[in-house]
């Protein structure tokens, strides 16, 4: 999940603000992202659904999917749309659960709370509230379906988000969602950058650990209904490349809230599981660094441990064969996690530079052993990590489009 910076969050709200305060206010000006009844149609919503929806309510669409696509709502239901925008969803809702049932549309952005409000003006069953997702204005076990469109990826903290949606929702209350997921992890310059937030990208999570936060805060049956590429509907070429750099594509999910949540315990041991750690640690690409890590303590942590020992006059009996086999293996397994990238990022100058330092660590080791050569090839390796590391943040298919598209469309 995203842990940023205090100031950071602050900044974030702010752009997310600033950026829907636009959407609200000026849906006509070019965006970095759909806007407007084609995006609803783009995203995946039956024009029939569409019908007699008020003009300016979808020309302030913001939405990422169809999260009606889940079919969670009956009449009667108490239904809580989050980051509601303009409101297409909450009307849709609003028709769904009937005179019988209730919607509360929320939204933090000021001028989309102004637009709501003015939209419920209308609407016998629709109420507006002013609030953060993060804190949700409502008492515990109040609604029996949440919906969402294009909101969590925008929220700093999301796991307080979801045991929010966990704590308003009735047990075996639904959930039906759509979001934005990336495959790859965001770099921290990226992920810190305010705009690039507000644009929906950036602060979406690894789409396995979004779906294991819910999971972990005691949803059931979470499934994803429909992924899709929604950023080649952006009419920004940087946006698209952000985009295609960390994977960023839409879902539709949905699930079901548990009669409890299991406790605090079980959802730390889960979130401890050292399976987890692996793949992030792989996802992140840094197997290779881990690998080269355990090289390096086997070669220079045995030294120090026989010299520390030796001070205090006990005398440690190494076996140099087992030292230089332990070393030698995980020098190897840095190679394979670099060979691993060539898959990901097309280049074959890290492959080439791990290779070398590869072969050097083993004539050290095999041939004739010198600190000097073997420290040579722990630099070789570390640099064709580093290499790896640099060239997956950049993709190939992102390298072949070059950088000189038509840049950032302003907002
Ligand atoms: C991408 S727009 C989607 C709006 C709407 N769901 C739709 O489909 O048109 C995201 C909305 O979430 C709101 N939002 C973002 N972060 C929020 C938060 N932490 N709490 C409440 N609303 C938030 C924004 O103000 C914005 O209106």
């Not at 629709?126 to 609604?143: I, M, T």
Request: charged fraction near 20%.
């Amino acid at each position: 999940m995203v842990a940023i910076l205090g100031f950071s969050r602050e900044r974030i709200f702010d752009a997310v603000k600033d950026m829907y305060t636009g959407v609200a206010n000026a849906p006509e000006l070019p965006y970095h992202f759909p806007v407007g009844r084609d995006a609803c149609l783009a995203v995946g919503y039956p024009q029939e659904v569409l019908e007699g929806l008020p003009a300016a309510t979808l020309a302030s669409f913001a939405g990422v999917g169809y999260p009606f696509r889940a079919g969670a709502i009956k009449e009667g239901d108490t239904v809580l749309d989050i980051g509601a925008g303009s409101g297409t969803d909450a009307l849709i809702a609003s028709r769904l659960v009937g005179p019988r049932g209730k919607v509360y549309a929320l939204d933090m952005t000021l001028a989309m709370v102004a637009r709501l409000r003015a939209l419920a003006a209308t609407v016998p069953n629709l109420e507006v509230l002013e609030g953060n997702a993060e804190s949700l204005p409502l008492p515990d076990a109040s609604v029996d379906v949440v919906t969402s469109n294009g909101m969590l990826n925008l929220v700093p903290d999301k796991r307080r988000a979801i045991a929010e949606i966990f704590r308003v929702l009735k047990p075996g209350g639904r959930v039906q969602i759509a979001d934005i997921v990336i495959r790859r992890p965001v770099t921290l310059d990226c992920k810190t950058d305010p705009k690039l937030w507000a644009e929906c990208v950036v602060g979406a999570t690894i789409d396995e650990d979004y779906l294991a936060a819910f999971r972990d805060a005691g949803f059931e049956d979470v499934s994803v209904l429909r992924e899709f590429d929604y950023f080649s509907h952006s009419r920004s070429e940087h946006t698209r490349e952000v985009a295609r750099r960390f994977g960023a594509r839409a879902i539709e999910i949905a699930m079901r809230r548990a009669p409890h949540a299991p406790p605090l315990w079980v959802q730390w041991a889960r979130r401890a599981d050292p399976r987890r750690a692996v793949r992030a640690v792989q996802r992140r690409g840094l197997a290779g660094a881990a690998a080269l890590g355990a090289a390096m303590l086997a070669c220079y942590g045995t030294v120090a441990a026989t010299a520390l020992l030796s001070l205090a006059g006990i005398t440690l009996a190494v076996k140099g064969g087992a030292v230089s086999a332990v070393i030698l293996a995980f020098g190897a397994l840095a190679v394979i996690a670099v060979a691993a990238g060539v898959r990901k990022h097309g280049r074959y100058a890290p492959l080439a530079t791990a290779l070398a330092g590869g072969a050097v660590l083993s004539y050290a080791h095999l041939v004739n052993f010198s600190f000097a050569v073997e420290a040579l090839g722990f630099v070789a390796i570390g640099t064709a990590i580093w290499l790896d590391h640099r060239a997956r943040e950049t993709p190939v298919s992102v390298r072949k489009r070059g950088a000189g598209g038509e840049g950032a469309a302003t907002s």
